[in-house]
């Protein structure tokens, strides 16, 4: 076991069910792990769009590597390239890849860390939420005060 203390907090890790999965080679292992990094994701997909020779300057790989990784992934079904609106420097189309989460193992961390992000998130709501109704209750207080001082004024001047 390693561990990176400096990358602990950004570190993404991945399943024993990604690591251990013999349909996937140790190359394609190490790519996938590198595209992680250079992909959006949700509960389904990793997503990139970068292009095959911004993906082989990022990961350090030639472009023949991630084309043959690319292609490689694609036969075994766990990645799919879809169409998009975007070009490279040359004019040439740059398809978005999308690796399935569910097929690598993924998916499933991926929602644990969702899961521990909303419990953070509704954390924060609450106390959030806590602090306005404090906040409103001493408005109301302020607002009856005024309302109270108002009338008393309005009393005097018309000696009720």
Known sequence: ??????LLKDFERFTPAFLDNPDITPEEKAYLIGLHSQSF??????ITTYSNKQLANNLNMSIRNVQRYNKSLQEKEI???IATSLNDEAGFNIPAKAIDMHKIGQAI???NKRVDNHEDRITNLEKMLEMALKENKSLKKENELLRNSKEVEYQKEYKF
Not at 41 to 46: I, L, P, R, T
């Open 1 to 6: 076991m390693y561990k990176f203390k400096d």
């Open 41 to 46: 994701k949700n509960e389904d997909f990793a």
């Open 79 to 81: 990645m799919t390239e």
């Open 109 to 111: 961390l991926y929602i």
